[in-house]
Structures are given as structure tokens and as C-alpha cells.
């Protein structure tokens, strides 16, 4: 039969690992969360990344436009292509008869 002393020393032995997995389980817990957390932080940033760029993009685009457009005012080539501005919105540019 064990003795009491032989038995305290087990139950000491059995608590202490125990807790050395428990702490190892919560690191790893910790580890897991903190993974967790870098990798939303990092998609976050991509797609912040991405709308920035796409927002760049659209503003180089329109300052190019813009551009091409003054140029083409500097030599005389500016082609009226918007339907919009025509006097009366009349497709054959002929005046309304005033009465």
C-alpha cells in the first residue's frame, strides 16, 4: 500500500502538470487569437490598399482627360461631341418660329 507521503507527492506531481498544460494551452490560445488578429489586420490594410488605388487611379485618369482635352483647346482641335449643348436641343439646328 502507498504511503501518505507517496501520495501527496503524486497529487503535487499530477497538479503541477496539470497547470504546465494549462499554461501551454493558453499560449497557444494567445498565439491563435494573436494570428487571428494580424491576419484581419492584414486584409484590413489590403483593402484599404486596393481603394486607394483604385481611387488614384480614377483621379490620374481624369487629370489625363483633362489633359488631352487642353491640348486639344492649345491647337484648334476640340471636337464638340456633346449633344447636350446644342441651342433647343433642336436635331436639325433649324430656329423655333417665334410667333
Request: glycine share 4%; hydrophobic share 30%; net charge negative.
Given at each position: 500500500m502507498?504511503?501518505?507521503?507517496?501520495?501527496?507527492?503524486k497529487?503535487?506531481?499530477?497538479v503541477g502538470?496539470?497547470?504546465?498544460?494549462?499554461?501551454d494551452i493558453?499560449?497557444?490560445?494567445t498565439?491563435t487569437?494573436?494570428?487571428?488578429?494580424a491576419?484581419?489586420t492584414?486584409?484590413?490594410?489590403?483593402?484599404?490598399?486596393?481603394?486607394?488605388?483604385?481611387?488614384?487611379?480614377e483621379?490620374?485618369k481624369s487629370m489625363?482627360q483633362g489633359?488631352?482635352e487642353?491640348v486639344?483647346?492649345?491647337?484648334?482641335m476640340k471636337?464638340d461631341?456633346?449633344?447636350?449643348?446644342a441651342?433647343?436641343?433642336?436635331?436639325?439646328?433649324?430656329?423655333?418660329p417665334?410667333?
Open positions: 502507498a504511503s501518505q507521503q507517496d501520495l501527496s507527492y497529487a503535487g506531481e499530477t502538470q496539470a497547470q504546465a498544460s494549462k499554461d493558453m499560449s497557444q490560445l498565439s487569437q494573436d494570428a487571428q488578429s491576419a484581419q492584414a486584409t484590413d490594410l489590403k483593402d484599404q490598399a486596393a481603394n486607394f488605388l483604385q481611387q488614384t487611379g483621379q490620374v489625363a489633359a488631352a487642353a486639344k483647346n492649345t491647337l484648334g471636337t461631341t456633346d449633344t447636350t449643348t441651342p433647343n436641343n433642336n436635331p436639325t439646328n433649324n430656329p423655333s417665334t410667333i
